[in-house]
């Protein structure tokens, strides 16, 4: 009966980060940027800790918590770089970095290309 209870919980606790990460993702201006980056800040967001919302995930998506945050940070700075006429600073601000070099590093090591191109 507990191993049941508990695969509900790490499944509803998937479920709520996963929900979590895509509502935070409506990013249509420059003034709001990104509250919740790492999986530290979605941890103490739900009241949990780290070790086990990483686990929780993991267990239930066979991905990271740091996998999915970094393919929707990823994903949105494409769609930003593609349908605005915002520049890499501006995104890079939306999207929770502190500086554009930041954000030209990051985007470069998940994805493999610059954001220029």
Do not use: C
């Not at 929900?19 to 103490?44: G, N, V, W």
């Not at 940070?73 to 500086?99: C, D, M, R, V």
């Not at 590093?105 to 994805?111: H, L, P, Q, V």
């Amino acid at each position: 009966m507990f191993q049941i209870e508990s695969d509900g919980a790490v499944s509803r606790l998937s479920s709520v980060f996963l929900e979590l990460l895509k509502r935070q993702f409506l990013i249509e201006s420059t003034d709001r940027p990104l509250r919740l980056k790492t999986a530290l800040d979605y941890a103490q967001y739900l009241n949990v800790h780290v070790n086990y919302l990483n686990r929780a995930v993991l267990e239930v998506t066979g991905k990271p918590t740091t996998a999915h945050i970094a393919d929707r940070i990823i994903s949105e700075a494409k769609a930003l770089l593609q349908h605005t006429n915002w520049n890499i600073a501006n995104i890079a601000y939306a999207l929770g970095f502190e500086y554009p070099t930041y954000f030209n590093n990051y985007f470069k090591r998940i994805s493999g290309t610059n954001p220029k191109s």
